[in-house]
């Protein structure tokens, strides 16, 4: 199978329709869970006083005032002070005489509404309260996860191939990787990032680091596509598990699984791995540097809070975990498809 041509329409607009119930969800639970616009109404506030009056974790308040910022209902000035923006002071605040909260608070008690509320106080991603089932897309030592047991983890990776099988030609089309010979994609699991790279570049040999039961699915992959001959499936955990020699290091929609300290340690751990003048990718979605949206990424990242323990970050965030590793950011991102983008870092 061709992994290198991409689709002939961009499916970036169904993706922003399958993810636009999240803005719902936030909204209302802004005006009717957390009285967020009436407590800006008083005085504005930065994001940890914010966060602090509704007692919400890091993650969460900016998951929330981003996607409120994205919707243009809160405006932050050139000191970090939250405050409401004009619509939001005349429709939001209770007592108003064009005040719509009301007309909000019936979807107050709708299932995806109570979830994001309950999800937002406990900043724990869905089922890692429930032993039995797990969390879906996180694997951590003492942590349950889907992907360990084999049904579970097929049809989650199948379902995330979904974005991947749209995104990789563009991948591959795009990405310089002149003088590499090996690409490590570090929990790549269906390896279709990879599968894609190798038949745009046949001179190149990869691996894809990932847990076993993921790895069965991109093992049928790469042999379909007629890869499997260069294509190396490494069993283990990207945070203990020593990573393959490689001049090309591929994180793939991985950092934003995870919370600041998990991304940083990951980097870090990549940008130890390769050689002088080895290069470290980071293919994902971008916020704002001063994370104000754009909305479908700032709804993305609640549907990334939801389910891991991570969210959508800038990539001013990102240069900074790769200058911390010790790589040079390129300026520019180079763009794929679905908000994605890669951003290399250089040793």
Not at 84 to 106: N, Q, R
Not at 185 to 202: F, W
Not at 245 to 265: E, K, Y
Not at 287 to 293: A, I, R, T
């Amino acid at each position: 199978m061709d992994h290198t041509t991409p689709p002939t329409t961009d499916p970036t607009p169904l993706f922003e329709l399958f993810r636009g119930n999240h803005a719902t969800e936030l909204l209302v639970a802004a005006v009717a869970h957390f009285d967020v616009f009436a407590r800006l109404a008083g005085r504005p506030m930065t994001l940890e006083e914010l966060g602090a009056e509704l007692g919400l974790a890091e993650r969460p308040s900016h998951v929330l005032v981003t996607a409120l910022r994205a919707m243009g209902t809160v405006a932050r000035d050139s000191v970090g002070r939250l405050s409401l923006t004009p619509s939001a002071m005349e429709h939001l605040v209770p007592g108003g005489p064009f005040y719509m909260g009301d007309y909000c608070g019936l979807a107050a008690q709708s299932p995806g509404v109570l979830a994001m509320a309950e999800r937002l106080r406990l900043d724990r991603p869905f089922g890692a309260e429930k032993p039995d089932e797990g969390a879906a897309f996180i694997y951590r030592e003492g942590v349950e996860s889907a992907m360990e047991k084999e049904a579970s983890a097929r049809s989650l990776t199948l379902a995330l191939s979904g974005r991947a099988k749209n995104v990789a030609p563009l991948l591959a089309r795009d990405l310089p990787l002149d003088g590499a010979s090996h690409v490590l994609d570090v929990g790549g699991g269906t390896g279709l990032y990879a599968i894609a790279l190798l038949q745009a570049n046949p001179g190149l040999r990869a691996s894809v680091l990932d847990r076993p039961e993921v790895l069965k699915v991109a093992a049928e992959f790469a042999a379909a596509a007629g890869v499997a001959d260069r294509l190396a499936l490494v069993p283990g955990d990207m945070f203990t598990t020593a990573l393959p020699s490689a001049d090309v290091v591929l994180v793939s929609n991985i950092l934003h699984d995870w919370d600041v300290p998990g991304c940083r340690a990951l980097v870090a751990r990549c940008a130890a791995a390769l050689p002088a003048g080895g290069r470290l990718v980071v293919h994902d979605v971008f916020l704002d540097d001063d994370l104000g949206g754009p909305l479908p990424i700032a709804l993305y990242s609640a549907a990334l809070f939801t389910l891991t323990e991570g969210r959508a970050y800038s990539a001013a965030e990102y240069r900074g975990w790769l200058r911390e590793a010790g790589l040079e950011a390129d300026a520019a991102i180079v763009p794929t498809l679905v908000h994605c983008g890669a951003l290399v870092g250089t040793k």
